[in-house]
């Protein structure tokens, strides 16, 4: 093998079957007490090894005493009895004496002196004892194996006289960093530092799959330092995962280790992100090379090395719920992946709508933010927006009917009213996605999101917001909520070195400006602002950079990347930056009038206007919000 | 408070939010390593600390360079660039230096030289480069409070710079057992002692809520020592569970103790099993008594317990998931409870199929075999066979698709098909009930089961099964797979104290008979052979006495309690008893030809047919299996 099987294209069903079988996977078993072996898998059956109970014992407080002493007691013609002669008391579990054989419960009986009862009932034989064996006979099967033990059957083995289980062992799985740019988190950072933040999330990926995590120290890249660990985590674990870097060097590198102390089986796979995997075996021990980009390693981790930590434990894969739900935007796709799209889901209406999240590979918040997958066949090239498609769940459908979705412009109050709304224990959510006002629109009109943060200057008239909803969304009935007003301006360096005074210092002093993107308020806002002051775009150098947000502008100030930017007084704050203010703006919520009587919008309602979100806007900085929560 | 409050009916509801209410419950925190908190949650939000990337770097293998010195760049115009003073080589994540804004990838360029290469495409400003933040902008929300920390969630915070994560702290949750009847597993069993499996079974459950779980040793029914543990716990813990028994006797000790100590504000809740539940309040700390009886101990637990630890660390309630089902046989409930009536459940057909499951307070094994719970709610008396009704789902609606549902009589063989079912890794479940063989053809007739395993012997004819198909399903297409034939006889105590040797013995010798249940095929195998005899019922002592498995029967017999019963070979065997034959009959599954098409049934027939299956019958002897698999 070798070179020529360098990134091949399995499909990844025929890699992982064509994976498996080469594999020899050794099950192996640990017995263990059975009160700690919540979440484990049995190995074999589990039968009962005496009855419970393990005598006839009473069901009920009473006396236990001869069936045959009842006959004839009736209301007319009750019987006494003699306790220690006739019957002895007993309560509730205590053993049946073999002289007895029923038992009369406290409330049937008459006393009639310390040491005497009348009856007025006869009784029949078994009557109120519970019978060895009621609940679990001896030698009767508790749970089966490969099964994954619960409190429960804890309980029921240990009345079953069962007090050690063999379970299977846990495999234990290498992971090993490699990277001379790697630096372990809290290091101090110098650029060109990568944090090895992967391992960390591989060791909890493990866990989670039912293994049991080694991490090994960072390896440099250099050949045989990270031969001599692949040949230590061999002999230490089960099974090895080792993250190499994507770029070409690199990967070569683990694959080259893997080939000369194992066999490399597979390399690369068909799909996207992902695609550079490698499957290899060192020692009888399975070996994988994981890509470095952590969204490509998430999904090799999901889809890959949970299936083998799986075998280990005889688990058998619990699939991830399907829902149907409806495209909002139009998914291309290659034919040379099966691809995997990250989602944001939402219930608009009666209808989940996803939403596609960012697709590079080391985006690591599009995983956070996801609610679910979106798997592209490899034959598909790509999804028209409006289409239904099959979604995998990544979150609870019940938290997904939670969530209030927020579709628009980007101020750093959205988080804090993230935050808020999921602490009050009502379970819900906000997630938003910050496309800009114009894209929350947008949002509005396909119906993909609850609400619309917005803030659009009218060039003609000046007025915020209103215009725009009755251009755009006229054959809706949208409402306005008040939110906020701030104050715009330009975000300069700390100290403002160059002495940035106004709009019209960004062309004359040549500085570096960073934009926001189209259909962003701010970016119509400075475009009004050039208009007016009779600036043209490309007399401003940096017009063509785009960012997202108001947080990605004033990091790029921050770094030096740019001279300034426009944005809110919050984000220059945040940041450590000057702020040059501008004008003042309205930022409104727009939201259809029928979902103002959704529980998740009035939970929102209240949140705003509540005194815990004034206080953390007051230490943002820059909002008037005297209006808020106005419905209009 | 006091007596007056002994065995109040709150409604569950009401009893939670009164308790609730009372409680002083204050959340702490503790701050982990962020690598270290997988599972945990947040009390407060994440803000990146500091932006990923934290500088520009290329996102290809190439070169960066200045796109100003590719302009005019074409396919026919090419322009060569130097290395070091045109351009720098980068892979990919190497940060950008300043005087660069863009990179061209390896593909792109015709290397001319050691040091120098030609392009042929001019480049944009920040072409290729993941700028600084691109991923995480510094300041910006990654996961808000309250939040369960997932392994992405993980990986994102160590890349916005957050090392440490202040948690929710497990709440500790002290577990006392009370009961001088009680003894811990593995001690040696004398008659009157109860194994304290329920301790062990809080345990397991406070974990699987999120707490920590502290078992104290048991307890002897003393007051003081009793009051002492209690005070010591209340030190340690954040809640303390008393575990009672549920005699009268000893529930007024643990609520006398916390009264004393403390105050009792809750003394029984209208709940079936679990009524006499105790909410109390130590030293500010909540002190709970839970009934003695395991499944009255569970719902308390579930219903209860659960949502208390879950304050603690902000979770909110995931209730269980409901499915429609229609139940299959009546259940009656007390209009003084809101009753929990343990279902089995099985798709048969395209139906979801409710069966209850012994009500017993002490049935562990109800637990054990429940696939969902079925509400009684208070106001409502019964519920008739056929209703459609609301199931909370216990195990995943894929793995009750993936049920074989085998309702009939009893085999050991049964036992050890369900185990080798579950051994093969499709996923695949068998789930019996033993309600006899005519009980197998009743739940045919309903449409409840996949399957009846039955041995129903013609009085007439002497032939067995088919006539009782012919006669009770001659509506349905009914095939038979032939199982097994096995010897039923008088299982006798080990030597054969008592020279048993006949049925006719059993009256002869006037020996104590333990019986199988009414519509058992061994029930009326028995008055089968009574009628060839012409022995009366009343002739037997015991007739009355009555078993639901063979292996009921020989524990039975096995204890002492009888000195014979009739029964299977193989269960005699397995509890070490003499056994003498009586005849040979016919065990077959009795199944709905449509089924025979299903994966599951397909499944079953293979296994039957299996090696395997027919070397664990060997072992439990007794088996004719020549004809085993064959459908007729």
Known sequence: MGQNIYLSNYELKDAISTYFEKLNIKKEFEELNTEDCNGRVT????????????????????????????????????????????????????????????????????????????????????????????????????????????????????????????????????????????????SELKIGDIIDFNSRVFAAQVEDFGGKAKRYPIVKDDYNLIKNTVLTAVEECDIVLINAGSSAGREDFTSEVINEVGQVFIHGVAIKPGKPVIMGQVQQKPVIGIPGYPVSAYFVMENIVKNLVEKYIALGQKPLKVEKAILSRRVMSSLKYHEFVRMKLGY?????????????????????????????????????????????????????KNTIVCIGSHDPIIDVLADLIHVREKGYFLSSAHVGSMGGIMSLIKGETHLAPIHLLDMETGEYNISYIKKYLSNKNIKLIKCVKRIQGLMVQKGNPLGISSMEDIVKKKLKFVNRQRGAGTRLLFDYNLKKLNIKEEEIQGYEREEFTHLSVAAAVASGDADCGLGVYSAAKLMNLDFIPICNEEYDLAIPEEYLELDIIKELLQVIKSEEFLKEIDKLGGYDYSDIGTVI
């Open 43 to 186: 190995c074999e059956p589990i039968y009962s090894l005496i009855s419970s109970p393990f005598y006839n014992c009473s069901a009920m407080d009473g006396i236990a005493l001869k069936a045959e002493s009842t006959i004839g007691a009736s209301e007319k013609h009750h019987i006494e009895l003699k306790e220690d002669k006739d019957y002895i008391v007993v309560d509730t579990g205590d053993p049946i004496p073999k002289e007895y054989d029923c038992v009369v419960m406290v409330e049937d009986l008459i006393r009639t002196g310390d040491k005497s009862v009348k009856i007025y009932k006869s009784a029949v034989s078994w009557q109120n004892i519970r019978p060895l064996g009621e609940d679990i006979v001896q030698n009767s099967l508790i749970i089966p194996s490969n099964h994954k033990i619960r409190p429960v059957d804890i309980g029921a083995m240990l009345a079953g006289g069962v007090n050690k289980v063999k379970v299977y062992k846990k495999p234990v799985v290498g992971i090993i960093p490699t990277g001379t740019e790697l630096v372990d988190p809290g």
């Open 348 to 400: 608009v209406g009666d209808k989940l709508i996803a939403t596609p999240l960012s697709r590079g590979a080391g985006a690591t918040m599009s995983l956070v933010r996801a609610d679910g997958i979106l798997e592209v066949d490899q034959s598909i090239e790509g999804i028209e927006a409006g289409e239904k498609i099959d979604v995998k769940l990544l979150k609870d459908k019940d938290d997904i």
